[in-house]
């Protein structure tokens, strides 16, 4: 692929495991089982986006060299989540000898959290079966999906948000190699955006620089349709001084002219929200409303009705704690 075309959470993917950013306690315990060249059944579990995947190929990488693609596979299970997946493509790869001097093959099972319970029961007898020649690692976002027989053969590896501080140096090596120029304040707003994401920090990145070479704030905020902090403080400062219809009218530019998603917009508040000084009872009262209308919306509810519903109870709620 012509490299002005290639996505560049592909192209600035980690090819080693001490390249990995953020994750220094998991890279560590890692490069001990390829220095003993021994490696158990293990489980990666954590958020998107901060090295999962990653990680389950580079250590491939490292135990098989050049090799590694023969002993090494990929699997999705969000994309065949049943039995068959396990007793057909899982086994019938587990089963056959590693190529090579390889002394055992690497199967990579990722959203592993997607699998059906009967699924997960014939995946973890495959895994008692063909330990010899197969070790399995498993990626979930959520390990209490994964049932207790599998979790307890598997060494557990539980993945961090990534600190802002990683995010950035992540974002200047980047920019640096396709000669950008960042602002802080843009460095900011990735870091704001990603909480913690690798992936979408670089999405944005990557979406900011087909614009123009110089990032700002304002780009990296269009770009990935999310409302900047300060559109979010006076969103709520305005509910909150009891303004329903000011508040209700920047909802609805904030909605329908700028496009942000109705979660995303929920989302920001309640991160706002938390870190912001007010009173506790008015706080906690601001944050069961926010529940409410995300569980409403992930339900199916309408969204426009749904968010000014969720206005109203903001002044609502300001209007009895005065």
Known sequence: ???????????????????????????????????????????????????????????????????????????????????????????????????????????????????????????????????????FILSCNYSSKIIDPIQSRCAIYRFRPLAPQAVKEEIARIAAKEDLTVTPDAMEAMVYIAQGDMRKAINALQGAAIISPTIEAQMVYAITSNARPDEIEDLLKLALAGDFDGAESLLAHLLHERGIAPNELINQCYRAIVKRGMNRALKVELIDALGETDFRLSEGAGSDIQMEALIARFVLASTKKR
Not at 23 to 51: C, W
Not at 109 to 130: I, P
């Open 1 to 135: 692929m012509d490299e002005t075309h290639t996505i560049w959470i592909e192209k600035y993917r980690p090819a080693r495991l001490v390249d990995i950013v953020g994750q220094d306690e998991i890279v560590e315990r890692l490069s001990s089982y390829v220095k003993s060249g021994n490696l158990p059944h293990l489980l990666f579990t954590g958020s998107a986006g901060v090295g999962k995947t990653t990680a389950a190929v580079t250590l491939a990488h490292e135990f098989f060299g050049e090799s590694w693609r023969m002993n090494f596979r990929e699997l999705n299970a969000s994309d065949e989540r049943g039995i068959d997946v396990v007793r057909n493509q899982i086994k019938e790869f587990a089963r056959t000898r590693p190529a090579g001097e390889a002394a055992f093959k690497i199967l990579f099972l990722d959203e592993a959290d997607a699998l059906t319970t009967d699924a997960q029961a014939a995946l973890r007898r495959t895994m008692e079966s063909y330990a010899k020649t197969c070790r």
